[in-house]
């Protein structure tokens, strides 16, 4: 009797210690971690053991308050070492090399919970993964007393892959205050990026104040206010007011920078040149190469380049700056004396993608500067610029970077690339031992749709979870010493307001984070997405927007051999029952579900679907048409277009 009690205690014990290894999700996946039996629960007077370090402070006051606001406990900071203090936040008094300047060793047991770590970044790092460890709850904002709050007993080691690990946020094209901007930082740090590229300029507004060059915040950062299809819009009449915009005070850039500062994120200016400057044409008519600049406006989403061709792409109006005017490297001089003096992170962004030159092939002064420099083409007059720029940034004691775009034509000597078009142009810089970081639109671009456009704000191309956690930034052919690391990049054409940013970024952004965080061999597409799904509830907790898209169907259409329309459905997750109406009521789980490729009936107008977990319903509500699919098997075309 003996042996059963205790062969069944040993059960027990071993099923606490499952169902809490299940519920630990922790996103970047840790380098290494074991979860043992038990937890620790946090006491009514939480004490936190930390050095005192300047670099710190603000992290703790973030730590405790937030530990106040949910728990509700009384948080006490302590720079004495004792052992039984509840949190020890500890540098290591002889560095860990394995786990370099932000990792950290995590470890709770049911005694009290301590982080190790060679630097404060480390010790930041590890705090985020223990928020994780915690009831989702802790991410709101409200105090929650009836909440058990502990966390499970683990053994963690974890350092980053990647030094750079970025996401951009396009406060160009559409205008986001600081104060959204900060929960923009806010998101991402809890999942261990650290760096803010800010797109700052564009063809639709100049975003950051330069007190040498005023027209370019009085004038550049304002337009007309539209909403509908981005590059659509009807062409902005004199009587609509120029209202709509912003930019960014010096006074809102320090801040920034010292918002980001303290939660350990670099911001890492892009100032876009020579195309994509039509707010800077506008401000200053005379640094472009086209008369009658004069007469030009910022952008208000009205079409201004025609795609038709590829790229570069031909413009409507000359949105560049001119390579051959010598007051255009007075005001890049200018611009970046002050933006260098804001901006503290080593690299500052030129932009450089994009940039069409069919008004430059018109000009007499283009002309005449490829005669003087021996210039052959468009290409290599961009690079021209290009080698210029990067010596006017050198000079303010920056390292100069830019879209690929800066390698036709011949690579300024320094420069690092960031590749944007596919992988081709890291390979390429890297080849030719320049620095690289990935950002290629096929794994990263955070402005495509996450799934079908029947169920999305409509945008070119579509860009699922499941091909974004396919991020590699070390192609085989590379040596990964070029590979500073990988960035995604939320572009805001089609992005009007902050919550959509959000939902346009999340729950993607979990999935490059794992790229550029995670051991490569600790990848694993079933676990992150179990892992993304219990990180749904934090972020609900949180009050992030995410896309659901996951639970959506996906749709294939396809004609049979006596061309009959077929429709495949799929889910990006398995485990998930598809049920399906032709009759256009809603279906839920008592409706067909679908096991097998379907043929629709001969008058039906749309199908409806909808996804299940067992009871569960899952995805949206999804509406096709029946001709939207026939259109599809005609064409041969996917969702994505
Ligand atoms: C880019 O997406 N044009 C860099």
Known sequence: MKKLISFTLVILWCMLAVSQTEQVAIIPAPVSMSTQAGHFGLPKIIKVEAPNRPELKPALTLFSDKLKTTTGAEVNITAVENSSNTVRLILNKSPNSTIGKEGYDLKVTPAGITVRANEPAGLFYGIQTLWQLLPKEIEGQKSNKKIKWQAPCVTI??????????LMFDVARHFFTKEQVERYIDDMVKYKFNLLHMH???DEGWRIEIKSLPNLTKVGAWNVKKVGYFGTFSAPTPDEPRDYGGFYSQ???RELVKYAKERFVNILPEIDVPGH???????????????????????????IMDWSHGQPPVALVDNTLCPANEKVYDFLDKVLTEVAQLFPFGYIHMGGDECPKNYWEKSDAIKSLMQKEGLKNMEEVQSYFEKRL???VESKGKKFMGWDEILEGGLAPDAIVMSWRGIKGGIEAARQQHQVVMSPTTFVYLDYMQAD????PHVYATLRLKTCYQFEPVPDSVDAKYIMGGQANLWTEQVYNMRHAQYMTWPRALAIAECVWSPKDKKNWNDFEARTEQHFARLDAAETKYDPAVYDPIFKASKTAD???QIEMSTEIDGLDIHYSFDNSFPDKFYPKYTQPLIPPKDAVEMKVITYRGDNPLGRMTVMSIQEMQRRADRKRSDDE
């Open 157 to 166: 080691e974890d350092y980053p892959r990647f030094a750079w690990r970025g």
């Open 251 to 253: 006074d809102d850039i």
């Open 200 to 202: 700052l300029t564009d």
């Open 453 to 456: 456009r029947v169920m999305e």
């Open 390 to 392: 990067e010596k006017i």
């Open 277 to 303: 400057s039509l707010a800077a044409v506008v401000s200053y008519p005379e640094l472009s190469c086209t008369p009658g600049a004069d007469k030009y406006h910022v952008r208000s989403g009205e079409e």
């Open 563 to 565: 061309g009959k329309l």
